[in-house]
């Protein structure tokens, strides 16, 4: 009797644990999460101000595989202006967790969630100043709009403690997209 409710504890222990790790998904698979995607929308704690650069617009990423590093080519707005940079990322320690590294410093990525096919949520860490900040980002396939994909990254949001208020769609202006398209591979 005393095993059992032993194994029946640990059982619990082990689920409990495993409920907690799906920060990164244990079977990422970059080929299929290679392409195009069009961010959707974000979450931020950094207020309004830092959220001023996106102007509530549109952005996108590109990814893929450039001599066995992980190159992303990314459009968004900054100041008014379209910007276009391409970084590269390294696998962190875990499946679906990188590490980008830009001239602004080094930002840690982990899609949280994906079905590769129409979304993906990212958790976003990096560092300002003395602090470390969070932000989530969805991002689509296409243009259509999918409320599933928008509610799956809403909840995933407030579980990793944004409000609603720290959540912002962008609206489809496709100005810094087509720049990115036109020098996409």
């Known amino acids: 009797m005393d095993s059992i409710m032993l194994f029946t504890l640990l059982g619990l222990c082990v689920g409990l644990a495993a409920g907690t790790q799906d920060e ?15 961010e959707i929308a974000f979450a931020s704690k950094m207020g309004t101000h830092a959220s001023a650069h996106k102007e509530e617009k ?12 992980l190159a992303l080519t990314t ?8 910007v276009l940079e391409k970084v590269g990322a390294a696998q962190a320690d ?12 080094t930002k840690e990525v982990v ?4 079905d590769y096919k129409t979304y993906a949520i990212m958790d976003i860490t990096f560092p300002v100043a ?7 980002k969805l991002y689509s396939r296409s243009l259509d709009h999918n ?22 769609i962008l609206k489809h202006d496709l100005t810094c997209v087509s720049t990115l398209k036109s020098v996409s591979p």
């Open 24 to 38: 990164v998904l244990t079977n990422f698979d970059l080929s299929k999460f290679s392409g195009f995607w069009y």
């Open 58 to 69: 549109m952005g996108a990423m590109m990814v893929h595989l450039e001599e066995n590093l």
């Open 75 to 82: 459009t968004y707005y900054n100041e008014d202006r379209c």
């Open 94 to 105: 875990q499946p679906g967790k990188f590490k980008v590294t830009r001239v602004a410093g």
């Open 111 to 114: 899609v949280v969630a994906t």
């Open 130 to 136: 003395d602090a470390v900040y969070r932000a989530m």
């Open 147 to 168: 409320e599933e994909a928008l509610s799956k990254f809403q909840k995933k949001a407030l579980e990793y403690g944004f409000s609603a208020t720290d959540i912002h």
